[in-house]
């Protein structure tokens, strides 16, 4: 494949779906509902992965969703997913105690949203909801971003195609502000500040998933730790009495960082050890 038209297709695909999460995030609003999440554009973006493989001629394996590696994968991914949110909310909690506040821990389910939360509960039905909404995520998210435009755009190189899939990763992310500016509760500075901080943060996770992915060979570790990662986000909540996940941006933030730093850490020694 050429290189510009290694763009073009990169740029109609994301564009697409682009569109329909903007029509699901504004007018269907899934994640509102009791399903908690907007996968309905995330069904579309695996159907598409699906007819773009067949064109391809290619198999979900290509892209790294292999039985190789599997077990590995799952168990590294999870490693980076709580050691790093463990730091993090440990770090949440030194803030909260210096300000004053007594934190504690709650378990409930809710969508993940640095500016509008949706509660669940806690029941079983919740959770499995929850952790089904999110195996859907991290499958399309994954497949798309550090899958198929990482295979598509090695064209170029592992590096440059990496760094494109994760600014793509953090420009899907800026449609989490359309809501809270059309509702007013956000002005329009609020949202391109919080715009441009859902392209960093989930950027350095984008990055450090197709790296994951460069040194594996698989995205075993990125999806294990993406599921991780979700997860405790829409469940274990730290709540003191004036709130709840009132630094949920530290603690986000943080893991991110940290996880990005860990994985930089690793592929230094395995560079050094060749």
Request: glycine share 8%.
């Amino acid at each position: 494949m050429e290189k510009r038209r290694t763009i073009r297709v990169i740029s109609l695909i994301f564009i697409m779906l682009m569109i329909i999460r903007a029509i699901e995030i504004v007018f269907i609003k899934t994640d509102q509902t009791w399903i908690g999440e907007n996968i309905l554009h995330k069904i579309c973006c695996i159907l598409l992965i699906w007819i773009a493989l067949d064109m391809l001629r290619l198999h979900w394996s290509d892209l790294g969703f292999s039985k190789k590696g599997l077990f590995a994968g799952l168990k590294y991914g999870l490693a980076l997913g709580i050691s790093t949110f463990f730091l993090s909310y440990v770090a949440e909690f030194i803030v909260l105690f210096v300000m004053g506040k007594h934190a504690s821990l709650r378990f409930y389910i809710t969508n993940f949203s640095l500016t509008q939360s949706h509660t669940n509960g806690s029941s079983l039905l919740a959770v499995v909801v929850c952790v089904i909404g999110n195996i859907i995520n991290v499958y399309a998210e994954e497949g798309l971003f550090r899958g198929l435009f990482c295979k598509i755009g090695i064209q170029y190189s592992q590096k440059t195609a990496n760094k494109i899939q994760a600014l793509l990763f953090g420009i899907w992310h800026i449609t989490n502000v359309i809501n809270p500016l059309l509702d007013g509760s956000m002005n329009i500075a609020m949202a391109a500040f919080m715009g441009i901080g859902y392209i960093l943060l989930s950027g350095i996770l984008a990055y450090e998933w197709g790296m994951c992915a460069a040194l594996s060979g698989t995205l075993w570790i990125g999806a294990s730790e993406h599921l991780f990662n979700n997860f405790i986000s829409n469940s274990l909540h730290t709540v003191t009495e004036t709130g709840a996940d009132e630094l949920m941006i530290i603690r986000i933030t943080l893991s991110n960082i940290l996880s990005l730093i860990f994985v930089l850490i690793i592929s230094q020694k395995n560079i050094h050890s060749k």
